[in-house]
């Protein structure tokens, strides 16, 4: 699958995808929606509160956060594949992830967007490179207990995008 060239206009993750499809079709459906309700989203309008924690993000943070934890958790997944890691992962409130969401948050939206389609480059390529063999390595998460890495990428990349796009179309308008 390819992504659309940066400012052609079209929608980076075309049509929307059913949840049961293709981990590939799934990262870009999500994607497409992120840029679609990225532009639609009044700079100072929060997102619905996290069921877990309550928190409520702007767009800024929403973008920022997207735009670090693809790269993340690619890498993540392809430490355990390579067997340099068996040990994977962090939690929300580790302080790397949060102090990256802070820095991020206010640069230009149109540059986050940038870094999630270069993000979503990055989770492709990994997909095209894992095989039945990798998918199946186990890593150990602090919180969630072993993994495989096809559980990770489910988790963590697919459907942690389409959360985030979920988010993005339904804040709490000011």
């Given amino acids: 699958m390819t992504v659309p060239p940066e400012g052609s206009g079209e929608p980076r993750g075309g049509a929307p995808v059913n949840r049961e499809g293709s981990r590939a079709g799934r990262l870009l459906a999500a994607a497409g929606r992120i840029r679609a309700s990225a532009v639609l989203v009044p700079e100072d309008a929060l997102t619905d509160p996290d069921p877990e924690s309550g928190e409520r993000w702007d767009r800024g943070q929403a973008l920022a956060h997207v735009a670090e934890m693809l790269p993340y958790w690619a890498q993540q997944a392809e430490l355990i594949v390579a067997g340099r890691q068996a040990e994977f992962g ?10 990256a969401v802070e820095r991020d948050r206010r640069q230009d939206p149109a540059r986050l967007l940038a870094r999630v389609d270069e993000g979503v480059a990055v989770v492709l390529a990994l997909l095209e490179r894992l095989d039945d063999q990798a998918l199946a390595a186990v890593g150990h998460h602090q919180t969630l207990g072993d993994m495989t890495v096809a559980e990770i990428v489910d988790r963590f990349l697919v459907a942690h995008l389409e959360e985030h796009a979920d988010q993005l179309e339904s804040p709490s308008w000011p």
């Fill in 90 to 99: 962090r939690v929300k409130s580790d302080p790397d992830r949060v102090a």
